[in-house]
């Protein structure tokens, strides 16, 4: 959520509730999906210089 969002300082119960919604999301899913999804998430580019 941090990286999609370029938000480096998130609201806490808003980055909870997001990651749950998706959560209940992808859990429907096949594991081919699932570890796609995933993969997507690992390619994310993030700056390792705004950290």
Do not use: G
């Amino acid at each position: 959520v941090m990286v999609k969002t370029s938000n480096h300082n998130p609201d806490r119960a808003a980055v909870c509730q997001k990651a749950i919604n998706e959560w209940n999301n992808i859990k429907k899913k096949s594991v081919d999906d699932i570890d796609n999804k995933i993969q997507d998430y690992m390619a994310t580019p993030f700056n390792l210089y705004d950290i």
